[in-house]
């Protein structure tokens, strides 16, 4: 039996849960580490091995040339758009990078869903080794804001993990679904999700149905470079400098050291959400110290900006959903960066109610997956999620001006379709480019692809394709073409513009496949040839041996011809060879080693003799 | 917007005839989308304007049960489909229906009375004057905003604020007179009235709202100048 998990693919942590069938609830599943929080770290190790999660964490401080983190910053995302990132992560990016990033670790390159994949398969190793059984389909959360690009790559992260996605739910409505598993309340619930990397707010309507409960989104907005690591940079832009001008130090040739910096300044911001003031002690290469008491006043005030930056996407959502912040029955809060009193103090202004922090911020979204993927697999459909597409769906029109087709906050799935003709005679194809965002001008919406309908040589005018455009339940799009003269379904090539075509995924199916068998051959090959190794020292010190002459010459041709073909095995890669050698050298020498036997128990005996006298 | 037609004289699964609904009424499997009889034959409506929000939503909310890609998740990828594209379709069609400016409008459309991206942006002959006086006082608030004169800007900022009330307090008018036209429509179809008279009703609808569109921007000019929102 296969099992089916909910996860969390966040910036700074992931998570795995299930539902539990004999208690009907969700729960995390824990790592090795005894922690539920999988750190969502890579690292390329130096015999060119992936580790993930803890253990690629601790190489953060020791090989941060070979480990990457925040990777989820850089998902469905193109070269352009993370020049801003740059300055603050020290991702090293292929300057080649065209339509998919390329990061690198060690001498090794990788895309973001590959990263991404590599920590999906460390918590669904966590899982599998938790029911002793393979898990192999999920249910992955996505921050609501996400557009599309960043959305398929999610999914494709999924399937490099060898995991089928059954569907890709907005964080802040698992987390709404999580909480509303203990309540009667039905109404309108606000979920304020601000996380490591991203922030999101949803707007949400609670029915009570015949049939169950209908959690339906009536309006979703957000940013997706917005979280708790832009107060850790924050921070850390204030002590670099300070360190600068007071201790004349700068951290250019000591990555390291900027990283331990990083961790203290976090525990500080950590410490700040219960005590009042704390102080920083972090002592620099070369011996000076920086020492710096920081108060939660002065914390507040300085991150005030960032917080504030929470309120513009919040009041949208509020406007959208047509509703007023007094409105809302329940305010719930999700997101490590919750846990700030500041933001805390803010929401509950905003609100007039004090909101929800009874389960712990960290793990709602994750539970709220894994209801989801429960309510998928076991067919029980007690509760519907009525999700919205966060972003306008849109066309190029002549003059760059988008044509709107599907509004944002719209449920669903959704579609639009359109009618598309030819504007010169013999013209052979239409060229359709689909953008994402609520700007008037393409140059300022998100290019998701751009693609052309084939169409027969006729006089202008005369062709007719209906192209129909559909946002799934997971919030990706799909496109499809009709030629309505032929009445046949045109195949449209869609070029994502910033994400895995269909061969490149295919291809790095295959490689990881090839990897993981290739990983397996590499390892049983030094294991076959350690194994030769002392098979063939221990052969040599037998013929060395006096006792050795009492083997005849065919049995010492034998043997010489059965190292003779080990050593040649051993120069091959092929470590099946390797293991048959060694059994035929093993044949070869059982006289051999009779003889020696014999004598080492003669030896001893007459030991024992002597030991007598 | 149509609903595609895709139309399949046969059940798909079991031969039989499917009977129009969303399921097939002798297996119950899932069904193609129709012939485009849209979307208020989408819910089991008749074209009728002045409809029933409540029933509406209850109507949307026991489809979507029925029709979303949850409960379709371990099946084939071609039923898959088709509940992708009938679910997208129910989303699509409530959405314009539960709104009654975006209801009448798709009506019209389907009848070929509205085009879309066509409708006259012409200023109603009794309101010219308004019109004027309003277009002069936005203008007028903006120069002395960028003037810093605070006292004239505060003045103009009232002047402005009454007269966006006035333009509020029309379109409210021009909603009445949409929704007594809905119901001169419904009468009209339940005594099964002739095509003339159908088109009378639909120019008549199509006439209010252009103005309502014209008016309805205007206030939101006002609204955008007083708050000084910047564009979504």
Redesign the interface.
Known sequence: MSRTVGIDLGTTFSLVAWVNPETGRPECIRGPYGSTLCPSVVSLDEDGRIVAGEPARRRLLTQPERTIYSVKRLMGRGVADVQDELRLFPFRIDPESRNVIRVRLGDRFFTPPEISACILREVKGWAEEFFHEPVTRAVITVPAYFNDAQRQATKDAGRLAGLEV??LVNEPTAAALAYGLDREQRGLVAVYDFGGGTFDVSILKL?A?G??D?YQVLATSGDTHLGGDDIDNLLLDLARGEIRRDLGFDFGDYPESLQDLRKALIAAKHELSHADETTIRFLLPGGLAYVRRLTREEFERRIAPIVDRTFGPVR?ALSDAKCKPSEMDEVVMVGGSTRIPLVRRRVEELFGRPPHVELDPDEVVVLGAAVQAN???T?V?DT???DVTPLSLGLETMGGVVAKLIPRN????????ELFTTGVDNQTGIDLHVLQG?RELARDCRSLARFRLPVEPAPAGMARV?V?F????SGIL?VRA?DLKTGQERSADVQPSYGLSGPEIERMLVESIDFAEQDFAERQLIEARNEAETILHATEKSLADAESELLDPSERASISGAMVALRQAMAGTDYRLVRERTDELNQATTHLAELLMDRAIRSALEGKKLAEI | ??V?SVASPACWNCGAPPGGGHFCIGCGKIQPLAAADGYFAFFGLPEKLDLDAADLDRRY??L??KL????F??AEEFERNLS??R???L??A??VLRDPVSRAEYLLARHGVRKEGQTKQQAPPELLEEVFELNESLEELRAARLSGDAAESAALGKRLEAAGRNFQAKLAEVDAELAAAFREWDAALDRSAGEDERARLMARMNEILNRRSYIRNLVAGVTHELDGAPD?
């Open positions: 059954l569907r029915i149905a049939e169950g209908i949208q309510i998928l697999t067919g459909q519907l999620l009525l719209s449920t669903i799935p959704a579609s639009a379709e609520e209906e129909r559909t946002i799934d339940a799909q009709r | 917007m149509s595609s909310l026991a979507s049960w979303h890609p949850d409960n998740v371990r992708l594209d679910s997208s379709v989303n699509d409530y959405r979504a």
